[in-house]
T-cell receptor, first 110, second 113 residues
């Protein structure tokens, strides 16, 4: 089983839709969790960190469920510019490398 | 601000040739990483360096060597390139603390014929 698993999609949604991505991780000792965004043929960039209490940044909401080892990202009111690949990222412990999921592709159409 | 700089951006090699991918960061970060990205495979960690003078294997280290030359520079070497090493290579760095923000270079696209 891969350490970080995501539904690869693609998710094809119209503008204004709400879409949710899910991610599971296998190492229960994992300490930190993040969502990265990657545009086509570009480098990944941090979208947001994921905290146990849940956190929101504008139209984006991230949730963490440690008991189920599950992370989610909710995007409300999708924009064309949200089209990208969203990468779930887990850090086992401080000082070690970040482990990336394969990514979920989102395509928002007008 | 340059951030993380990788060279070369594109390279074509023949099987058996060697080459070194260079990476430098100007953010005074302790940790540096090399990932490769292949279609449908996501980003896979090749090697990382938690601090100057240390290196550790990641998920897919076979066929690669690394050198943490100093705090700024972390190079990746292919001693005898194989077609399976055709990929996009990303170097990244991260500062102290656990913010999780990796800063990536723009990537190096390598083709091995």
């Amino acid at each position: 089983r891969k350490e970080v698993e995501q539904d690869p999609g693609p998710f094809n949604v119209p503008e204004g839709a709400t879409v949710a991505f899910n991610c599971t991780y296998s190492n229960s000792a994992s300490q930190s969790f993040f969502w990265y965004r990657q545009d086509c043929r570009k480098e990944p960039k941090l979208l947001m960190s994921v905290y146990s209490s849940g956190n929101e940044d504008g139209r984006f909401t991230a949730q963490l469920n440690r008991a189920s080892q599950y992370i989610s990202l909710l995007i409300r009111d999708s924009k064309l510019s949200d089209s990208a690949t969203y990468l779930c990222v887990v850090n086992r412990k401080a000082g070690t490398a970040l482990i990336f999921g394969k990514g979920t592709t989102l395509s928002v159409s007008s | 601000n340059a951030g993380v700089t990788q060279t070369p951006k594109f390279q074509v090699l023949k099987t058996g040739q060697s080459m070194t991918l260079q990476c430098a960061q100007d953010m005074n970060h302790n940790s540096m990483y090399w990932y490769r990205q292949d279609p449908g495979m996501g980003l896979r960690l090749i090697y990382y360096s938690a601090s100057e003078g240390t290196t550790d294997k990641g998920e897919v280290p076979n066929g690669y060597n690394v050198s943490r030359l100093n705090k700024r520079e972390f190079s990746l070497r292919l001693e005898s390139a194989a077609p399976s090493q055709t990929s996009v290579y990303f170097c990244a760095s991260r500062g102290t603390g656990d913010t999780g923000e990796l800063f990536f270079g723009e990537g190096s696209r390598l083709t091995v014929l």
